[in-house]
Each structure stands twice: as structure tokens, then as C-alpha cells.
């Protein structure tokens, strides 16, 4: 997990929140806790998908405006559908998608585990801002952030390189596109 | 071996939200602990919509006490067989398999404002 990048910070800032109070965690630092969690992986898919899908050198500062734009499109409900289909949790791929992939379950374990976590911390973390009546506990919390940096690593350590990779990102940042306008800065 | 008690009898449920629980409860009576598994003092579910409205099940597995927290590694195991008794079951709704302790949760039911649909316990 590396402490220079966004979702880095924001998954150790999990687990500092989750364990700082050594006996009665207060409900407001687990909560943040999950949220950070989840933003973590966010953040990790939507630069990961955006540098992928406009790659640019340093200097390309057009290119670079545009993948600002484009992160900016991506939305979460899109995220999760599709994320859905590579963690195994649906099976109504797109027309445009299921020939692509192969064999429908021939996803790696690791890109089936990174989008299965997300799915999962989406609706945690859903709960932890939105939700005063769900309890959470620092057992329940612990383990979801554990599976969010699991999933981080096993992306990191190889996952991000394999031919699947590259069509989960597209995926996510196709649905994007037709909000990409409403998500240009003003001129 | 297991009890069942129904919790929130009040809820009103859909068609196919009550039959998904009828399911979820009747798969989750029968799923079988291994051995090496943490114990499982009880196993409380709920199911309804989630945040982007596609159907859900909540299972939170209650583990027994220990001084350090259970690990994700310990765990895992639980969540493949609770999601696999699942969908080898015929639920197609999303399953959210979260995990607490046997104290943390008797404080949750002490102050519980949500009750869930349905509690196993397992003796």
C-alpha cells in the first residue's frame, strides 16, 4: 500500500480510525473508518481506469485536463454494476462485453476479488454515512478494511497487468462517457 | 440443532422478498461449521433492497470472544461457504456477509433500533 498515492492514504487512514480507540470505539471513527475504506478503492479503480483510457506523458497537459474530466464522470452506481459482473455477483454481461471476455468465468482471482470488495464496501460504506440505525463494530470493521487493502494488494501485485484488467477498466469508464460533457469544467 | 425466532414479525415484505427470506432462512438452519472453523455462536440476516435498490441479503455472523479480533484469513472461509450456500440456493440477491463478536453484539441488541429478519442460534 503506498502511502504517496490518494488511495493509499485513505485505506491507512482506515485502519487508524478502526484502531485508535483501544476499548470503546467511538461509532464515529468506524464509521469514517468504512468510508475511508471504501474511497479508498475508489479512488484506486478511478485513476487506475482513467490512466489507462488516456494515457499521458507528464507534460501533456491536455490529456491530463481530460483524464480530470473523466474521473470526475465516473459514477458509483455504473462502478458497482459493473463491478458486479467481474466479482461473479451477476451474470447479465452486455452484448457488447460477454465476447470479449471469454469464458464467463474465466476472470483472475484477483480482479474478481478487488471488484467483488468494492461491491461490498459500496454498500458499507452507504451505510456508515447514511444509515444511523446499523451498528458497527471494530470486528466487523477491521475485516472490512482488511479486504479492502487485500484486494488493493493483490490488484498492485500483479492483477493490474493481466489482458482482464484492462477490459474491467474500460468497463468501468464506458458507462462514463455520456456524462462526460456535464462533467467539463466551465470555459 | 438451530432455533429459529422470527425477530421483526411487523416488517411487511414483498412476494419475493418473503419467499428470498424463507429461502435465506432455510440455507443458512442447514449450513454445516467445519471444525476448524471460529465458532459461531449465532448468525442474524436480513433481507431487503440495498442502497442502489438491487436485492440483498445482510448475513452478520456472530463469533465467539477472544482477546484479538478474528482475522480476514480466519474468516474467509465462513463468507465462502455462507455465499456459496447461497447461490448454490437459488439467491440471486447480493450477499453483505459481515462478522462481530458474541459481546459486541449483545451491546448492539441491548440499544438495537433495526432488528433483523431472522437469528440462528447455534448451540
Known amino acids: 500500500m503506498s502511502r504517496a498515492t490518494l488511495h493509499g ?38 485513476h487506475e481506469a482513467t490512466c489507462r483510457f488516456l494515457p499521458a506523458r507528464p507534460a501533456d497537459t491536455r490529456t491530463l485536463a481530460l483524464r480530470r474530466t473523466l474521473a470526475r464522470s465516473l459514477a458509483h452506481k455504473e462502478m458497482k454494476n459493473t463491478s458486479r459482473l467481474f466479482a461473479g455477483l ?8 460477454a465476447p470479449l471476455l471469454g469464458s464467463r468465468g474465466s476472470v483472475p482471482l484477483a480482479i474478481r476479488s478487488l471488484a467483488r470488495t ?9 451505510e456508515a454515512d447514511y444509515d444511523i440505525s446499523r451498528a458497527f463494530t471494530r470486528q466487523e470493521v477491521r475485516l472490512l478494511i482488511d479486504e479492502a487493502r487485500t484486494a488493493e494488494r ?19 469508464v464506458l458507462p462514463a462517457l455520456s456524462q462526460f460533457q456535464k462533467c467539463a469544467p466551465a470555459p | ?17 418473503a419467499t428470498e427470506q424463507a429461502t435465506v432462512q432455510r440455507l443458512l438452519e442447514s ?6 472453523c471460529p465458532r459461531v ?25 477472544r ?33 462481530r463478536t458474541e459481546s459486541e453484539q449483545i451491546l448492539i441488541d441491548e440499544q438495537r433500533t433495526d432488528p433483523p429478519d431472522g437469528r440462528i442460534e447455534r448451540l
Open chain 1, 118 to 126: 468494492f461491491v461490498l464496501l459500496q454498500e458499507a460504506r452507504h
Open chain 1, 9 to 46: 492514504q485513505l485505506l491507512e487512514q482506515a485502519m487508524h480510525l478502526a484502531t485508535r480507540d483501544r476499548h470503546r470505539p467511538r461509532m464515529a471513527n468506524l464509521r469514517r473508518a468504512v468510508s475511508s475504506a471504501y474511497y479508498g478503492l475508489f479512488h484506486l479503480l478511478v
Open chain 1, 90 to 97: 451477476s451474470s447479465h454481461w452486455p452484448p457488447w462485453l
Open chain 1, 154 to 172: 493483490g490488484w498492485r501485485k500483479g492483477a493490474r497487468t493481466q489482458e482482464i484488467a484492462t477490459l474491467y477498466l474500460y468497463a468501468l
Open chain 2, 1 to 17: 440443532m438451530d432455533a429459529f425466532s422470527a425477530q421483526h414479525p411487523s416488517r411487511i415484505l414483498g412476494g419475493v422478498e
Open chain 2, 31 to 36: 449450513l454445516t461449521i467445519p471444525s476448524d
Open chain 2, 41 to 65: 455462536v449465532s448468525t442474524l440476516f436480513s433481507v431487503r433492497p440495498d442502497s442502489t435498490g438491487d436485492a440483498a441479503v445482510w448475513v452478520w455472523v456472530i463469533l465467539a470472544d
Open chain 2, 67 to 99: 482477546e484479538e479480533d478474528w482475522t480476514l484469513a480466519e474468516v474467509r472461509p465462513l463468507t465462502e461457504l455462507i455465499e456459496g450456500a447461497l447461490t448454490e440456493g437459488g439467491v440471486r440477491a447480493i450477499p453483505y456477509v459481515r462478522f
